[in-house]
């Protein structure tokens, strides 16, 4: 089945060590998102990138950083994790045809932990 | 700026009955909205959406009512289920612009 596929599931970094997860698609979409979702909150837009085009932002702070080497793979890099950045992260995909705004669909989740 | 939310933060209904969750939003342009489903530790789950050219559509025990006039919508739950309980999102998207997510409402089905 087609999915949204998220590694690893949890997370556990240190203070100030650097952390990548990973997110890869099998629907093709052109557009995967990044969210961050702090427990009982909604989830919050980090960036996206619309093919290959990084949209950040405005209150992401510069210690989240994504990379997208192809269509089907997309990384959140955290620089130096703080105890705030503690949260469950979520990559989402959407088919975005002509600027005309489709379902995302949602990855399971990478849950970070910063001791 | 604008912003989406809900009435309910929680909602407890009882099995077999119907739920009605609300959202409300605030921006105008917005045009395309989605209800998702979310249980612990997992992702949010597509349930319905509905664009601003309708005001009701139904899926498989699921209803979306859209009104334009008010700015709210709402998700019914036809018969709920011990399965239905999950945090419930509602987000809108104005034309070509990201989706903005509402607070969300924590349903809880009583036995």
């Known amino acids: 089945d087609a999915m949204v596929i998220q590694n690893p599931r949890y997370q556990v970094t240190q203070f100030g060590k650097p952390v990548t997860l990973s997110c890869s698609q099998t629907?093709?979409?052109?557009?995967m998102y990044w969210y961050q979702q702090k427990s009982s909150q909604a989830p919050k837009l980090l960036f996206h990138y619309y093919d290959k085009d990084f949209n950040n932002e405005a209150d992401t702070p510069d210690n989240f950083q994504s990379r997208r080497p192809n269509t089907s793979f997309c990384f959140l890099d955290i620089r130096s994790p703080g105890l705030g950045d503690a949260a469950m992260y979520l990559c989402?995909?959407?088919?975005?045809?002509?600027?005309?705004?489709?379902?995302?669909?949602f990855g399971p989740g990478t849950r970070l932990l910063v001791l | 700026g604008e912003s989406v939310g809900l009435h309910l933060p929680t909602l407890s209904v009882q099995e077999g009955d119907n739920s009605i969750i609300n959202c409300a939003y605030s921006n105008s342009a917005s045009d395309y909205f989605i209800w998702y489903k979310q249980e612990s530790g997992k992702g949010p789950q597509f349930i319905i959406d509905i664009r601003s050219n309708m005001d009701k559509r139904q899926g498989q025990r699921v209803t979306v009512l859209l009104n334009k006039t008010v700015k709210h919508l709402s998700l019914q739950i036809a018969a709920t289920q011990p399965g239905d309980s999950a945090v419930y999102f509602c987000?809108?998207?104005?034309?070509?612009?990201?989706?903005?997510f509402g607070p969300g409402t924590r349903l809880s089905v009583l036995p």
């Open positions: 989402a995909t959407s088919r975005d045809p002509a600027g005309i705004q489709e379902t995302q669909y």
């Open positions: 629907l093709n979409h052109n557009v």
């Open positions: 987000a809108e998207s104005p034309l070509g612009q990201n989706f903005v």
